[in-house]
């Protein structure tokens, strides 16, 4: 990406995607719902299901920037304490978590305005973005304090396997949730019943007081929860481990022992394997009968597996005491 034209060239592809998955959006929701008065519990599952997309996106951004430790080092020299230099770690990640909401629910938004007309806006809001904003600040929050318990228990160095796993248990726990309540909202549209859920609470403030006192509420709990992810983010900066104790050492007495153990005691790899693990005892929990697609995530370690071990051409004896140990 250090070519201005790969970056006008990512930008342009990024803008193409965006506005095809809007035409095709406008086009299945205009044929299937317009004017069917089905946008409206449809709204409301979306409403339902956009904590577990946030989650999924929150974990693959933490997931990738943890491994930022490279860029942090780029920040020591700089007169700043690590409350700040977390600050804007957390700004640089939201930014990558909103795009990625915008991607899965900015089509439908926009395609559900075009079709059912302005009026619709404040039900779009209060049903994706608001529940996405709070969301994001409540993992934020979440992070932080469990960042402060490693570092209480001394095993921060540790967290790059620990917050992958935390973070796949919750969307194993939250994925039958989403479900139950997708399935109870429809439910209830063909009864003609009422229903409410935690997760439905904009939108039914929406509907009870409208739109500016719900945005009041909305920016009430931020106010709330922004203090305190600040107040929660660690005072110290911990490295993290890039290697775990895995296989015997005397592996590393051999150079290709060495190239062993830099792919099986490697960070990506323990933290592949493990979501690999949590995938399938929940598929087999919920009795889910799908593809091994999560397979590929080990499958994709071979990328890292150049760049983790090319340092160790002319100086592998130097490193293997790092690796061993």
């Not at 909305?218 to 890039?242: D, F, G, N, T, W």
Request: hydrophobic letters at 55%; glycine letters at 4%; aromatic letters at 14%.
């Amino acid at each position: 990406m250090a070519s201005p034209t790969a970056r006008l060239s990512a930008l342009l592809l990024t803008l193409a995607a965006f506005a095809g998955f809007n035409a095709l959006s406008y086009v299945v929701i205009r044929q299937y719902l317009g004017g069917t008065g089905l946008l409206a519990p449809v709204l409301q599952v979306a409403n339902a299901s956009v904590g577990f997309w946030v989650l999924i996106a929150y974990t693959l951004i933490r997931v990738l920037f943890m491994k930022a430790d490279e860029l942090l080092k780029l920040s020591f020299n700089l007169p700043v304490t690590n409350k700040e230099r977390t600050l804007a770690f957390a700004l640089f990640e939201s930014s990558f978590v909103l795009l990625m909401t915008v991607f899965v629910f900015g089509a439908f938004s926009i395609s559900t305005v075009l079709i059912e007309g302005p009026d619709y806006i404040p039900r779009v809001l209060t049903s994706i973005w608001f529940p996405a904003i709070s969301t994001y600040l409540l993992l934020s929050l979440g992070y932080c304090l469990l960042e402060r318990t490693l570092l209480a228990l001394r095993i921060a160095r540790l967290r790059g396997l620990v917050v992958p796993m935390v973070l796949a248990l919750g969307l194993a726990v939250v994925f039958p949730q989403t479900n139950e309540l997708s399935t109870q909202i429809a439910e209830s549209y063909v009864y003609g019943r009422d229903y409410f859920a935690p997760v439905l609470l904009y939108a039914k403030l929406q509907k009870d007081i409208g739109l500016w006192l719900s945005t009041l509420v909305l920016l009430a709990s931020s106010a709330a929860l922004i203090p305190a992810v600040v107040a929660a983010a660690p005072r110290s900066y911990v490295p993290m481990r890039r290697f775990f104790v895995f296989l015997p050492s005397w592996l590393a007495a051999r150079k290709f022992g060495v190239h062993v153990l830099v792919l099986f005691r490697s960070f990506e790899t323990m933290v592949a394997v493990s979501f690999v693990i949590v995938y399938s005892v929940f598929a087999w929990i919920q009795h889910l009968v799908l593809p091994p697609y999560a397979l590929a995530l080990i499958t994709f370690q071979g990328v890292y597996a150049f760049s983790n071990s090319e340092w160790l051409g002319p100086r592998w004896q130097s490193s293997v005491y790092a690796i061993a140990s």
